[in-house]
Every structure is written in structure tokens, then in C-alpha cells.
């Protein structure tokens, strides 16, 4: 059996995990953004009497059905760096991010840690601010919203205050094509 650990190679959390786990002889395999799709390769195959799904990182392989766990330290997007075409890049890209989205299905049955859905729920600004106020944390006065009226108001409670987007914004200076 076989653990896999989703993240960034230069992660130093990352780097500790495998360590314990090669201290402890457990056979896992790292699968990271800079890998796919260049030095790694996401294979499902079906006909009438099989299938099966199959985790490739440069020489080592292994099928779903074979892995225990999957430590899920952080989700990364496929980059086709060898791509200098930047819309042909993002096309392949694209299309590699699809086949990255295929692997929790096939794995849900094996324990996550943490889940996709649970990973995708704490990155919400609104529910993290929540979820720690519930769990006692002292949090700050906030307000997310694009009411004038509601946002006025809590400028005036509130005259010093820090502003950040939700997310990274998008911007485009000019078209990709």
C-alpha cells in the first residue's frame, strides 16, 4: 500500500512528511504541480471487463486500488512550462486540470487527509472568520459585501480599517491571442 502526498516539492512541510515517512519504511510517492503533466502521468483505461486508474511520477507507478492515503497538503494546478504558445499552454493546461479533477473520485474511498470538499470549504474567507469565532478565537470586526449603505455604515463604526480582496484578482492587461 501506498501513501501519496499531494503538494510543492520546496514545501518544508512537505519535506518533514516524507522524511517520517521514509523513516518509518512506508512506501509513498509525491505528486506535485511542477510534476504534472511534464514528469508525471494520470492514466484511466476501461473496456467491458476492467478498469483501472494509475498515478505515474517519473519512474514510479502506482494504481488506485494500491493507495492507503493521501495527504492532501496543498492543491496546485497543472503548468506546462515547456509550452511557449501561451493559448496551445493554456489549453493543455486546461485540459490536464480536468484530469487532475478525476483522481479524488477515483480515491475517495482511501482516506484524505484533508478532504477536497473540506480544503475547498476553508479556503471561504466568511466560513474561516466563522468557524474560528465558533471555536473561541477573537476576531476582528469584518465586513465582506458589495452593499454601499451596510459598507458605509461599518466604515463609520469602524474608521481604521484594513481592506484585502477574497481572492486573487483577475487581470488581464491584454488579450492572450
Known sequence: ??????????????????????????????????????????????????????????????????????????YFSSKAYQQKDTALRMSVEKECDLMLNTFYPFTKDTFWLPTPQAVSLASIKPYQLSTAKLLGFTIPPTYVGNDVQSATAFIQEYPILCSKVLDAPFYQSKPFW
Open 1 to 74: 500500500m501506498t501513501v501519496v502526498c499531494l503538494g510543492f516539492e520546496q514545501d518544508i512541510h512537505l519535506n518533514y512528511i516524507t522524511a517520517r515517512l521514509n523513516s518509518k519504511n512506508v512506501d509513498f510517492i509525491v505528486f506535485g504541480g511542477t510534476y504534472y503533466p511534464h514528469h508525471s502521468s494520470l492514466v484511466f483505461s476501461i473496456n467491458q471487463e476492467s478498469q483501472r486508474y494509475q498515478l505515474s511520477v517519473f519512474e514510479k507507478t502506482v494504481d488506485t486500488s494500491g493507495i492507503q492515503a493521501v495527504w492532501n497538503r496543498r
